[in-house]
Structure formats: structure tokens, C-alpha cells
């Protein structure tokens, strides 16, 4: 133990660990250091301008020494860790942007979600970090981590500095694999509409007519179901066709619980999640086309609707189903409304260059953006007569 005395004259005592620390007396709360050398006065001086001199010697006297006290040891300042954890994250996120979103369909989610797991995190960062150091500075005492926050200004300033080649290099990067996607999306596009068509020849196989539009009707006569759900057999999809009410509305209660269970074959490529339930595929509805509403009705469950002889201007040349602009729910018996002299309606404009299209053969065909509407008008009908191209 180290013995020395406090101005006011009380004998204090510290451990040897304690040397060179400020020790506080617990009489008169006087600061002073821990000497090294135990300090004893020989004799207290009456003459109080001498009050504060000592003399030195190798023994204490027999007074009662007090245990000095300490302060609390600098603690490491909360806003220098948290200036370093945000200038670490506007360094890591951007990365893990990359790789979680590479694969998003929307451009502007992915560049926003960059910009913002970038630009935020670095510029909390500075901030924390620069109050840190003034903050420090006002209490050097008790608060230390001035290299803590220095880490954080800086990985936030490189965070900066780096987004704009980030940014210049994912563009490059995304402009070279853009083409890739493309064709990659337009494939599995093509896949899926084979295999739609094929559902519905082998439909028309089994009950010598294509299913109508509305193929399932509630008992007051009004549409019920889609025709794709009446496909789902074709698609080896029994356990989840035998769960639908076929006589009940496509948003019944019960219907409206499986429009999550849709079938990845009616989920365009890339289609966001947050259009679960939602189709593109769909036919078109209207006089002269593959679905045309028969006159009466058809009978039977699912109902039926026209043979494909009915195609007279050519199953190669006559449209099935294609990809629609705006998508609908996969059960609501809702498709492409055709009129002979009305606008058409507005086809996929995912593909820069044109859509998928799936005729009554059963191929498909890549239809440029730039088809003449009159080309178009003359596959959508089956009976025209037109002179059209081969697809």
C-alpha cells in the first residue's frame, strides 16, 4: 500500500496499481495524484503559509489513514461506437444490395435501395463522428474512443468516395448482362405458354372443345371460375383443382384462399412477389376469336366452348394465348377484350422488341413490337379470311 498525505492534512492510502492515478480525498474531495514514494511530513509547520511544506522520512505516524478513492475510469463514448457501426454498414450494405437485389426486375428499386444503403448510413456516420470528437473533448476525464470515431468518419468518407465508381461499374456490369436476362426471361416466357397450350389441346382432346373463357358459372348463370383452372388437370395440378368449389364466384371466401396457390406456370419470369396471385397469360374474348362466347351457351362442367376446327383461318395462324399488359387474378374469369373496331388491348411490354404469343397449334412465336396492327387484328380472329404472314 502507498501512505501520503492530502493538503488538508489527512492520511490517505492507495494500492500500488493506483500509482500515478488522480485520487480524490474523502475529507475535503481535494484531487491530487497517487505519488510513488510514500510521502510523510516530519512535522506539521504552525505557520500556515509553510502548511503545505514536507519534509521526508521513512516512517508514518500512528494517525488513522483514509482509503482514497478514485473516479470512474474514461468510458468509451456511445456516439464514437455507434459513428463506426454506421461507417462499417455504408461500407458492407451496398454489397449485400448487390447481391440480395442483383436479380430484380424493377432498375429503380435496385438503384434506390443502393444509393440509400450507401448515402444514409455514411452520412449518420459523420455525423456521429463528429459529434463524438467534440463531445470527447468537452470531457476528457470521463469519456475516451476518439479512434472509434474517427473509424466511422472515415469508412462513411470512403463510403462516399466509392459510390460513384460502384455505381459507374454496376452499370456497365448490368448494361452487358441486360441482353442475357432478356433472352433468359423471353424463354422461360416461351416455356410457360407451351405448356399452357398443350393443357388446353389436350382439354380439347378429351371434350372435342377448348373450355370457354368463363369456363365455371355460379347457379344464378354469372362467371364463376377461369379456364385455368379448368386446364389445372392438364397441368398434372388434380390435388389443387380438386380444392376449388367450381360452383361458387372466383372471390368466394373459399375460392379466394387459393389465389396464393397459384401455379408457377401462370407467374411470368421476374414477376415481383408482391404480385402473388396475379397472372399475365390470358386469351382473347370477343367475336371471331378462339374464345368467343357461344351462342347459347355451352353445357356440361367445366362448359365448353369452340373446336379448334372452328380455327378456319389456320390453327398456325390463329392466336391462343399471349401476355397481356396488366395482369389479373389467375381464377377471375377475366381476359383481352376484342373488338373488330375498337383499339386493341395493350399486350406485354416487358421485352423491348415485342411479346411471346401461343397460336392454336400449339407453337409459340416471338411477335415483334413494331407487328402491324392489321397482322395482329388477323391472328386474334379465327374466321377472317385475312391475308397475314406466318408468324
Known amino acids: ?46 505557520n500556515r503559509s509553510e502548511e503545505d511544506e514536507y519534509e521526508y522520512d521513512d516512517e508514518f505516524d500512528d494517525r488513522e489513514s483514509l482509503e482514497a478513492t478514485f473516479d470512474a475510469p474514461p468510458r468509451r463514448s456511445p ?27 424493377s432498375p429503380l428499386t435496385f438503384w434506390i435501395s443502393l444509393v440509400t444503403a450507401a448515402v444514409l448510413p455514411a452520412l449518420i456516420g459523420l455525423a456521429l463522428g463528429v459529434i463524438a470528437f467534440w463531445h470527447i473533448g468537452q470531457y476528457p476525464d470521463e469519456l475516451h474512443g476518439r479512434g472509434t470515431a474517427l473509424t466511422g468518419i472515415l469508412a ?27 433472352e433468359q426471361a423471353k424463354s422461360a416466357d416461351q416455356a410457360n405458354l407451351k405448356k399452357i397450350a398443350l393443357a388446353l389441346l389436350d382439354f380439347s382432346d378429351r371434350h372435342g372443345r377448348l373450355p370457354q373463357a368463363a369456363a365455371f358459372r355460379t347457379p344464378d348463370g354469372e362467371p364463376g371460375l377461369s379456364w385455368r383452372v379448368a386446364i389445372l388437370p392438364y397441368l398434372r395440378l388434380d390435388d389443387l383443382y380438386k380444392q376449388f368449389r367450381l360452383d361458387e364466384p372466383w372471390n368466394s371466401p373459399h375460392n379466394r384462399k ?22 399475365y397469360y390470358q386469351v382473347f374474348v370477343g367475336k371471331n376469336t378462339m374464345f368467343e362466347p357461344p351462342d347459347p351457351p355451352g353445357d356440361g362442367s367445366p362448359r365448353l366452348g369452340l373446336r379448334l376446327v372452328d380455327a378456319t383461318d389456320g390453327s398456325s395462324n390463329t392466336l391462343l394465348v399471349t401476355t397481356a399488359r396488366m395482369g389479373v387474378p389467375w381464377t377471375q374469369p377475366v381476359d383481352l377484350e376484342f373488338h373488330p373496331i375498337r383499339p386493341l388491348p395493350p399486350l406485354s411490354d416487358r421485352h423491348p422488341d415485342g411479346f411471346n404469343a401461343c397460336f392454336a397449334d400449339g407453337n409459340v412465336h416471338w411477335l415483334p413490337r413494331d407487328i402491324m396492327e392489321q397482322t395482329l387484328r388477323g391472328y386474334i380472329t379465327r374466321n377472317g379470311n385475312e391475308p397475314v404472314p406466318p408468324p
Open 1 to 46: 500500500m502507498i501512505r501520503f498525505y492530502c493538503e488538508c492534512g489527512k492520511l490517505l492510502q492507495a494500492r500500488e496499481g493506483d500509482i500515478g492515478r488522480k485520487a480524490k480525498c474523502p475529507a475535503c474531495a481535494r484531487l491530487m495524484i497517487v505519488p510513488a514514494e510514500p510521502r510523510v511530513p516530519r512535522e506539521r509547520r504552525r
Open 79 to 105: 456516439l464514437a461506437t455507434a459513428a463506426m457501426i454506421f461507417g462499417l454498414l455504408a461500407l458492407l450494405l451496398p454489397l449485400f444490395i448487390v447481391v440480395l437485389l442483383d436479380r430484380e426486375n
Open 156 to 182: 462513411g468518407c470512403l463510403s462516399l468516395l466509392l459510390l460513384g465508381p460502384l455505381a459507374l461499374v454496376l452499370t456497365q456490369w448490368h448494361s452487358a448482362q441486360t441482353p442475357t436476362r432478356l
Open 258 to 279: 387459393l389465389l396464393t396457390a397459384i401455379p408457377d406456370v401462370y407467374r411470368m419470369p421476374n414477376q415481383p412477389i408482391d404480385e402473388r396471385g396475379t397472372t
